[in-house]
């Protein structure tokens, strides 16, 4: 979100180089526009983590299902971390300098728009173009509609890493100077984000969505394979509508741009250098409270990420027990899943309403952060005793002859859920905390806020590829399944807590919490 940031601080007087580039715009002050278009814009939002919700939901049991073996379906992943440290910044940086008649932001929404079109034509019929191919139907692995996948996968990650940033930056626009409606625009934002993740989960645990569309399903993609095609034409459908309607409704001024800025040859190479050259800046100029805050960062998302990429897959193997070639038992245990995510987005919605009364009631953001990483640790740690819950308690029934797994019972099915729900209080503390620090401590430092949270994407994206790559070897090196990221997770966690407790600094809750809403400093 865009933070209005505080006055600077006189701690530290240090002397910047000037901007390398200027924007000028036909009028230097924009006017605020009305609420509706503000509404208009955030709902986008809504349109995109529906998107997100069903590939955290989904996709990896589908991977899976493709033939990818367990211990590499994790790699598949990397796109998310990769793109997230390459394409959102560069987007950022070049649509604030996009001179188009169309506008700065809006092409940017459009094009990435028309790729996630794309990429969830090629993930929904991956299977169907690899039978068409020459892979056989019903046989695993299946390498054409695996490469299909992946390339379809790649696509959307970058695509909703491309609307991302340029969304949040023209609700910014809008709002002109008016920091309420900077506040409104940003409440809004997240508003829709709950809103599209409500319903993404919503859809990836109705498991007869497919009837809907009853070409969906084919002989190279079965039940499972057509609920997710469906759930993804559902997205695309609702992403293509909302950004149509706003782009329509809600127009831009015309930016025109001024370079000032050479490479000391003359030649003008350096500008393309700008981007990569400021970012490296703001790591010389870092300040000690705010490296913590990134190695806090760091450990927390070490602890975050192997939960988000395997709680729907330890729904379907270890709580319901099934097996990917068995099907049913295992489908119903992703689809529990969700309903697990949804319960989860609920609460993190809650949670992000009361963050103002939480903070105070806790002492403070240093107290908050450090107490809800405990609890992180203690949930994931759970994840083990509900797994051995489950497989004590496995039965079986036989009918005509055929002995099929029973569901668990609804006490271990309680227990998943419990963790499901109680895991959306850290994870919208994650969401909010980390970007409020980071703003603060960049007045200390000298580090502009925009190139500060820029820096704090770092800390978040490295620890995704970390545990991409390892976590899926990992877990096979132990016996396969997804306990042993799981408990990784949690010492992670719990390191984590303990340097929150000791080493994070803690400005006043005030600052705090007028840094998390967007509003501005006295």
Not at 374 to 382: E, G, I, P, W
Request: aromatic share 10%; glycine share 10%; charged share 10%.
């Amino acid at each position: 979100m865009e933070l209005t940031p505080p006055p600077p601080h006189d701690l530290i007087n240090l002397k910047l180089p000037p901007p390398p580039l200027q924007l000028e715009s036909q009028s230097p002050d924009p006017p605020e526009r009305p609420i509706w278009q503000i509404a208009m814009v955030a709902a986008i939002a809504a349109g995109v983590q529906f998107g997100w919700a069903l590939q955290l939901s989904l996709l990896t049991p589908y991977v899976q299902l493709l033939g990818i073996p367990h211990k590499w379906a994790a790699v598949i992943w990397l796109c998310g971390p990769v793109s997230g440290m390459i394409v959102q910044p560069l987007v950022g940086y070049y649509s604030d300098r996009c001179t188009s008649r169309f506008g700065r932001r809006r092409p940017f929404i459009a094009g990435g728009t028309i790729l996630v079109a794309i990429a969830v034509f090629l993930i929904g019929y991956a299977a169907d173009i690899g039978v068409a191919a020459g892979d056989r139907v019903g046989n695993a692995p299946k390498p054409r509609a695996i490469s299909v996948f992946v390339i379809g996968f790649w696509i959307l990650d970058v695509a909703n890493n491309t609307l991302q940033g340029p969304c949040r930056a023209f609700l910014a626009d809008l709002a002109g100077s008016n920091s309420t409606r900077i506040r409104t625009g940003n409440s809004l934002f997240a508003f829709f984000m709950a809103v599209g993740n409500v319903l993404g989960y919503a859809a990836g645990s109705f498991t007869r969505l497919h009837k809907m569309l009853p070409f969906t399903q084919t002989p190279a993609c079965d039940l499972y394979c057509a609920n997710l095609k469906t759930c993804f034409f559902i997205s695309i459908v609702l992403l293509l509508a909302i950004t149509v309607l706003a782009l329509t409704t809600v127009t831009e001024d015309v930016f025109q741009l001024t370079e000032n800025v050479e490479s000391s040859d003359g030649s003008g190479k350096g500008k393309r250098l700008v981007f990569f050259g400021e970012i490296a800046g703001a790591l010389k100029l870092l300040s000690r409270p705010t490296w913590i805050l990134l190695l806090v960062t760091c450990l927390n998302w070490i602890a975050w990420f192997p939960f988000l990429l395997f709680d729907t897959d330890w729904m379907g193997r270890e709580v319901y027990g099934g097996e990917l070639k068995e099907g049913d038992m295992f489908r119903r245990g992703v689809s529990a899943g969700a309903v697990g995510l949804l319960m989860n987005s609920v609460v993190a919605g809650v949670t992000s309403l009361g963050m103002d009364r939480l903070t105070r009631v806790c002492g403070g953001v240093k107290r908050l952060w450090g107490g809800v990483n405990f609890l992180l640790a203690v949930c994931l740690a759970m994840t083990v005793l509900v797994t051995k819950m489950a497989e004590s308690s496995r039965e079986f029934t036989t009918v005509d002859g055929v002995t099929s797994l029973r569901p668990p019972s609804s006490g271990v099915k309680g227990g998943a859920f419990a963790i499901f729900a109680v895991l959306g209080i850290p994870l919208s503390v994650t969401y909010a905390i980390p970007c409020a620090l980071a703003s603060i401590f960049s007045n200390d430092s000298g580090v502009g806020q925009g190139l500060s949270l820029g820096v704090l994407n770092l800390a978040i994206v490295i620890p995704q590829m970390f545990v991409s790559v390892l976590s899926g070897p990992w877990d096979d090196l132990f016996g396969g399944g997804n306990l042993p990221a799981f408990v990784v997770g949690a010492i992670a966690a719990a390191i984590s807590g303990i340097l929150a407790f000791t080493l994070l600094s803690s400005p006043p809750p005030d600052v705090v919490l007028a840094q998390v809403s967007g509003a501005p400093m006295h």
